[in-house]
């Protein structure tokens, strides 16, 4: 049973109770909850509203927390109490499977910016590396039936679940509204839950030997080494997923842009050592046209073509020694112009 919440109103020395208010209150929450998200209690960045899934349904609200995983708030409107929390599942499971560069591109979609820099600007801090390694789902709620209550309570407390519902009541008191919150289950539970049960779940980052590694066992050992010497000497930052390596620079506005990541699990012989490239970022922080870059890197891919690869930007692959030797060294007869493209370059020793 959630928390029943009560507003009074203090008129002189007399507290005087403020019945709850009949409104179409879920037809607003959504704008309200989209303008300042504190309203669920969480610090969170908006990726979007009305999110479409791979299955032709839209996710009322998805977000972004400060470690980098997904927040998933669905209202539940005209539905059935049970056929909320069945859509909550439902897209639960779409939004486990998405990549890194999957949430980058919604968060374009949706917010007309690039997702490193609102991630900056909300929580003052660079990107994680890795993106969405758990998720939380939030039912956003006035009421809700006991049975459907008990079948949250079960999913949380016995399979570990992060779920939750969040209750809002509505108020007015003279020309004042007031909104309400309560939860179902204390937050700090429901977390302590999902951390217990995901600990065993959790998949760790690869460490760099470890992609090397898999690099060899894929047969593109020698390729993967080469491009990873001469990038981590470029670049200002190289840090890891549960993939692939990613490259960061340091960029103008502040913090570091992951302009090259290569994905060894998806290489080979055949394919290439295959690497997600922004080329345009990459190409104006050294002072070159993009046009200029790509005459040294092959054909696009085309990643339908590649099973398991998820790209940014722009895929391309490796088959050669002499491909990466080109590659580099465009990138380094262009760095004296960098400055003069507005980027700022950093003499650091390379973070790992």
């Known amino acids: 049973m959630s928390i029943q919440m009560q507003l009074w109103s203090i008129e002189g020395d007399r507290p005087?109770?403020?019945?709850?208010?009949?409104?179409?209150?879920e037809a607003r929450l959504e704008q309200w909850i989209c303008q300042d998200l504190s309203l669920v209690g969480e610090d969170l960045l908006l990726i979007g509203s009305q999110v479409e899934t791979a299955y032709g349904h839209a996710i009322d609200i998805l977000a972004l927390d400060r470690e980098g995983n997904l927040v998933l708030l669905e209202l539940k409107r005209?539905?059935?109490?049970r056929d909320v929390v069945a859509q909550v599942l439902d897209y639960a499971s779409w939004i486990h499977g998405l990549s890194p560069q999957e949430i980058e591109r919604l968060t374009e979609a949706h917010r007309k910016r690039p997702l490193e820099e609102l991630f900056r600007e909300r929580f003052r801090a660079d990107l994680p590396g890795t993106l969405n390694e758990e998720q939380r789902l939030v039912i956003v709620a006035t009421q809700l039936d006991p049975q459907s209550e008990r079948i949250v309570q079960f999913l949380s407390s016995q399979f570990g679940v992060n779920l939750n519902v969040v209750f809002f009541d509505y108020y007015r008191h003279g020309d004042r509204e007031f909104v309400g919150r309560s939860w179902l289950?204390?937050?700090?539970?429901?977390?302590?839950?999902?951390?217990?049960?995901?600990?065993?779940?959790?998949?760790?980052?690869?460490?760099?030997?470890?992609?090397?590694?898999?690099?060899?066992?894929?047969?593109?050992?020698?390729?993967?080494?080469?491009?990873h010497e001469g990038l981590s000497q470029l670049s200002d930052q190289v840090g890891t997923t549960q993939s692939n390596v990613t490259y960061r620079w340091d960029v103008p506005a502040g913090g570091r842009s992951a302009l090259v990541s290569v994905h060894p699990?998806?290489?080979?012989?055949?394919?290439?050592?295959?690497?997600?490239?922004?080329?345009?970022?990459?190409?104006?922080?050294?002072?070159?046209e993009p046009a200029a870059l790509r005459t040294v890197?092959?054909?696009?891919?085309?990643?339908?073509?590649?099973?398991?690869?998820?790209?940014?930007?722009?895929?391309?692959?490796?088959?050669?020694?002499?491909?990466?030797?080109?590659?580099?060294?465009?990138?380094?007869n262009g760095g004296g112009q960098a400055n003069a493209a507005g980027w700022t370059r950093s003499e650091g020793t390379h973070g790992e």
């Open 16 to 25: 005087v109770r403020l019945p709850s208010a009949k409104l179409d209150l």
């Open 78 to 81: 005209g539905r059935t109490p």
């Open 185 to 227: 289950i204390a937050p700090e539970e429901v977390e302590r839950k999902a951390t217990s049960a995901g600990s065993s779940r959790k998949r760790p980052l690869l460490s760099l030997e470890d992609l090397a590694s898999l690099a060899a066992e894929r047969g593109v050992g020698g390729l993967y080494g080469a491009l």
């Open 265 to 288: 699990k998806v290489s080979d012989p055949t394919v290439g050592l295959v690497a997600d490239i922004r080329v345009n970022d990459l190409a104006r922080h050294y002072g070159l």
């Open 297 to 332: 890197l092959s054909e696009k891919l085309q990643p339908r073509k590649v099973p398991g690869l998820y790209l940014y930007d722009e895929g391309y692959s490796f088959r050669t020694q002499e491909e990466i030797v080109q590659f580099l060294g465009k990138l380094k």
